[in-house]
């Protein structure tokens, strides 16, 4: 057998996503020599797949735009999410860390943001809730400034792209929404599509990055300047330890050969959790017995190898939380290769004149709510139903063609073969589209007419749709009065099947304040750090707002970084 070779560093990070390239960029700046290193043959993990968000309460852009929050709102806001599962240390080191790691980022690394000034908490009218102000967003990045590496970096979920075409998650996407109506974003698209077209033939593929994509662009960018290295295709095999159990290193399989990487401070698991990790998501998914009836956009990558070798180091697995993962509903438009693509809902819910029904026929909940409560809410009424755990979004001619439904956009962009394909299902009146959707017809029509009854006047005494500030955010603000609401009355209607899916998951290593893997009596194990969603959620299972997980990421990166380095801030 040959001897592997040896190498020295002082921080080795296991993961190139969001969390591990914030922890390098963060500990090479202090002075500490790193290495990154990530098993799939391209570097971003589910990071650049995402939206991008970060949930930063307290942030500096927050400030400067003259936004009131604080770290005690905030911690009261968290306290009310995490309930019993609040876990005081790492939230309050959390919020004590936000305010310099983004200031850190901003003025040291490559990684700029942008603020959701509206962008609201989740839940706003919670206890220490906020309307907005909390979600930052990396800028978009020209991908240029990456050279050959561009090549390495994960492409973003084909389903969110228009065509190929990454289109921003904030102040862009309505724009695309009005652009037929508006000749202000007539123009902001066309500039956009106009560059789009440009670099596919000069580089034969967008070069200009959003959204996820944009930061891990950024993180990897600020790498580069740094000199620090990131193997792809380089698994870890197994974790180093001394007769203390302190981790010391790791065994890398990498394309040239075994390497014994040494460290002299610690090793970052930041490996995405375990998304893909069936035999976990059937211990921990109630929606997903056997661990295949879930679907996931996650990088096929996130197989929870950062658990795994944590928990043969001694480290244990939080998975008591209440929700294991961020629920997302999902639905599968065909690929034209054959496969099944995965499509998040975060829009079209709020849209006015949508809502969601289950085979019953019935509405469950409060569409405009976030999609972690969504999902939530799907399974307790199929549960109750004993019926198939899914749920339908239907919507009639009109709304269809002004919003689009999932992955059919809106007009002038053709949908037809979507319904060949069996992704999108119509039908000339609702009893029509009931059949088509195995969905109870009686019901289905009297619950669209209980509906519209009150729909015309902007109401929704049911579920109270558009009745928070979160919910409006993503409605129509020209729908009035309420940019959620409208009556579904004109055929054709049109239906598109939602299943339930995660955008990352909660259940992880239980950690402390510092980011440091905790064994099984509580003792941080020496040199050995967690964070992403390899770490468990401070938020105790449930979602307080855009960028839940990727926020903590990078906080949690910087937190351990600093202490690797052992400096105060």
């Known amino acids: ?173 309505p724009h695309f929404f009005n652009f037929m109506r508006s000749p202000v974003s007539a123009y902001f698209v066309g500039k956009i599509v106009l560059r789009f077209l440009w670099d596919l033939v000069l580089y034969r593929r967008p070069m200009r990055l959003v959204n996820g994509n944009a ?34 290193g790791a065994i890398i399989d990498t394309p040239a050969g075994r390497t014994e990487i040494r460290t002299r401070k610690g090793v970052m698991l930041a490996a995405g959790g375990f998304s893909q990790d069936v035999v976990r998501r059937k211990e921990l998914f109630a929606h997903a017995p056997n661990g295949y009836e879930h679907v996931t956009p996650a990088a096929p990558g996130s197989t929870g190898d950062g658990l795994r070798l944590a928990e043969n180091a001694g480290g244990t697995v939080d998975d008591t939380l209440p929700q294991a993962a961020a629920w997302v509903p999902i639905s599968r438009p065909l ?83 979507l319904v060949k394909s069996g992704y999108l299902f119509t039908g000339k009146s609702l009893a029509e589209l009931a059949g088509q959707i195995g969905v109870d017809a009686g019901e289905l029509n009297e619950t669209v007419t209980a509906f519209n009854r009150f729909a015309a006047k902007g109401e929704d005494p049911e579920f109270h749709k558009g009745s928070t500030a979160y919910n409006r955010s993503l409605g129509d ?24 899916g995660d955008l990352g998951t909660f259940a992880g290593l239980r950690c402390d304040e510092y980011a440091r893997v905790l064994d099984r009596t509580g003792r941080p194990i020496g040199g050995l750090y967690a964070a992403g969603n390899d770490a468990v959620s401070i938020m105790g299972g449930n979602y307080p707002g855009g960028g839940t997980t990727l926020g903590p990421a990078l906080a949690f990166g910087y937190i351990a970084a600093t202490h690797m380095a052992g400096a105060n801030h």
């Open 477 to 500: 603000p020209n729908q009035k009065p309420n940019p959620c609401v409208a009556p579904i009355e004109r055929g054709p209607f049109y239906a598109v099947k939602l299943m339930i």
């Open 335 to 417: 690929r034209s290769d054959g496969t099944l693509g995965t499509f998040p809902h975060f829009v079209d819910r709020s849209k006015p004149g949508v809502i969601a029904v289950t085979r019953s026929g019935r509405r469950f909940v409060n569409e405009a709510n976030s999609y972690h409560d969504f999902c939530q809410a799907m399974l307790a009424r199929c549960t109750e139903e004993q019926s198939e755990i899914c749920a339908f979004f239907i919507t009639d001619h009109r709304a269809f063609r002004k919003y689009g439904l999932g992955f059919a956009k809106p007009s002038p962009i053709p949908y037809k073969h």
């Open 215 to 248: 930061l891990v662009a950024r993180l990897a960018k600020s790498c580069i300047d740094l000199n620090i290295p990131i193997l792809t295709r380089s698994p870890v095999i197994e974790l180093l330890r001394d007769e203390k159990n302190n981790v010391t």
């Open 1 to 173: 057998m040959t001897t592997p070779k040896i190498q020295t560093c002082d921080v080795l990070v296991v993961g190139a996503g969001a969390a591990g390239l914030a922890t390098a960029v963060a500990a090479a700046h202090r002075g500490l020599s790193v290495m990154v290193t990530e098993k799939e043959p391209v570097f971003g993990g589910t990071s650049a797949r995402s939206g991008g968000w970060m949930w930063m309460p307290g942030n500096p852009l927050a400030s400067r735009e003259g936004i009131k929050d604080s770290a005690e709102q905030a911690r009261l806001y968290i306290e009310h999410e995490a309930g019993d599962k609040f876990d005081a240390r790492r939230v309050d080191a959390f919020l004590d860390a936000v305010p310099r790691a983004v200031e850190f980022f901003e003025q040291e690394t490559a990684l700029q943001f942008d603020l959701g000034p509206t962008f609201a908490d989740y839940h706003p009218d919670a206890a220490g809730g906020m309307p907005g102000g909390r979600s930052i967003v990396a800028k978009p990045f020209d991908g240029r400034e990456l050279g050959k590496e561009i090549s390495r970096l994960r492409p973003p979920l084909r389903e969110i792209t228009m065509l190929g075409m990454m289109i921003g998650t904030g102040k862009e996407l």
